[in-house]
């Protein structure tokens, strides 16, 4: 069985990329465990504090995964304050979490570019940590009012048809 990490650059009820990850999860597998990670409560980064112990819970599951997909929202062009914010903590946990980890990097938004000049700060950031990054396709879906229904469901064939292509190859690079 395969164990994939779920991280979510929004924690706002109802976001459209927790809804996107959703999608994600069900077009994986079935003999694949999906870790949700709440983020929460972490607290803002300080490099002369030491990571608590949530962090380091944190750091250590998406240390034994498979896989890590992400799905963030784009603010003002870049990656949101509490994603990065995150990330930034788990460079300081003294071992490096996603090194050589498959990593999809997903994200929609209300506008008709999607997540587009969000995900190349993302796929940087994500560099440093020497992540496995999938390319492609690259999950950049916009207009996410007409691509989800009401309950959060997507219902776009051709974004169905892209997530499920990525999270096969984000399957095939844990191989």
Same mark, same amino acid.
């Given at each position: 069985? *395969? ?19 959703? &999608? ?39 240390? *034994? ?12 062009? +870049? ?50 940590? *020497? ?8 999950? &950049? ?8 229904? *009401? ?16 999270? +096969? ?7």
């Amino acid at each position: 069985m *395969k164990t994939i990490v779920a991280i979510c650059g929004s924690l706002r009820p109802g976001s459209s990329n927790h809804h996107l990850l959703r &999608a994600a999860a069900e077009s994986a597998p079935n003999q694949t465990d999906i870790h949700w990670i709440n983020w929460k409560e972490i607290p803002i980064f300080d490099d002369m504090t030491p990571a608590n112990k949530e962090i380091l819970e944190i750091a250590e599951e998406i240390n *034994k995964a498979d896989a890590v997909m992400i799905a963030s929202p784009e603010y003002n062009w +870049s990656i949101p304050g509490g994603l990065k914010n995150l990330l930034d903590w788990l460079s300081r946990v003294g071992f490096n979490p996603f090194e050589n980890k498959p990593t999809l990097i997903m994200g929609t938004s209300p506008g008709k570019l999607g997540t587009a000049r969000m995900q190349p700060h993302l796929r940087q950031v994500m560099g440093h940590f *020497k992540a496995k990054l999938i390319d492609e396709p690259e999950v &950049a879906i916009g207009n996410s009012a007409q691509v989800f229904n *009401k309950d959060g469901d997507l219902i776009d064939p051709n974004a169905s048809k892209l997530v499920s292509q990525a999270v +096969s190859n984000l399957i095939a690079a844990t191989n």
